[in-house]
Nanobody, 128 residues
Framework: QAQLVESGGGWVQTGDSLRLPCAVSGRPFESVAAAWFRQAPGKEREFVAAIMQHAVISYYGDSVKGRFTIARDDAKATVYLQMDDLRLEDTAVYLC?????????????????????WGQGTQVTVSS
């Protein structure tokens, strides 16, 4: 069973940057495909970004393309979400997710139901 722990959330202003780390344990990190999702009050969970094993490929949701970057440090067993040019609509709880399936394409990687392991989430609030 993999354990995921997010951190780095906080209160920022529009245009600011924030980096969210997600520490992964309980599984060989090299075998984990990792992703970030977010959920705002009253809204469905939204795909943000995913990165496959060995960082061979990554995917992004349309609303964050060009502003957010996902990365992984296998030596530290940590996945990062770098968020730049933050907007009001980025306010949400950000959740880290992990899975051990092999690369299965963008559509599969962007669906929350395909990830078995989840963190508790970290709140990001963007104000004007």
């Amino acid at each position: 069973q993999a354990q995921l722990v997010e951190s780095g959330g906080g209160w920022v202003q529009t245009g600011d940057s924030l980096r969210l780390p997600c520490a992964v344990s309980g599984r060989p990190f090299e075998s984990v495909a990792a992703a970030w999702f977010r959920q705002a009050p009253g809204k469905e969970r939204e795909f943000v970004a995913a990165i496959m094993q060995h960082a061979v490929i990554s995917y992004y949701g349309d609303s964050v393309k060009g502003r957010f970057t996902i990365a992984r440090d296998d030596a530290k067993a940590t996945v990062y979400l770098q968020m730049d040019d933050l907007r009001l609509e980025d306010t949400a709880v950000y959740l880290c997710a992990g899975a051990t399936w092999a690369w299965s394409g963008e559509a599969y990687s962007s669906k929350a139901k395909n990830y078995a392991h989840w963190g508790q989430g970290t709140q990001v609030t963007v104000s004007s």
